[in-house]
C-alpha cells in the first residue's frame, strides 16, 4: 500500500531550528520529525477528550435512573 502525502508550509525560520534540532538523532528529516510530534500531539488530544461533558453524563444518568436501569 502505497502512502500519500501533501505538503504544509512553516515559516523558514521555525523549518531551520527543527533542522538544528533533529540533528545527530533518529530523524532523517524536518518532515519526519514534526509527522511525529503532530501525531503525538493529536495523540495526546484524544486521550484527555471527554466523551460527554459533566452535564451531559448528569442527564444520562437521570434518565437511566428514570428508565430503572440505575439506583
Known amino acids: ?3 500519500e502525502f501533501t505538503q ?8 531551520k531550528k527543527i533542522e538544528e534540532k533533529i540533528k545527530g538523532t533518529e530523524f532523517s528529516s524536518v518532515s519526519s520529525y514534526v509527522t511525529r510530534v503532530l501525531r503525538e ?3 495526546r ?3 484527555n477528550k ?3 461533558s459533566p ?4 442527564k444520562i444518568k437521570e434518565r437511566l435512573k428514570a428508565l430503572g436501569y440505575i439506583d
Open 1 to 3: 500500500m502505497e502512502k
Open 8 to 15: 504544509v508550509s512553516i515559516p523558514t525560520s521555525l523549518y
Open 41 to 43: 500531539s493529536l495523540a
Open 45 to 47: 488530544e484524544e486521550e
Open 50 to 52: 471527554e466523551v460527554f
Open 55 to 58: 452535564d451531559e453524563e448528569e
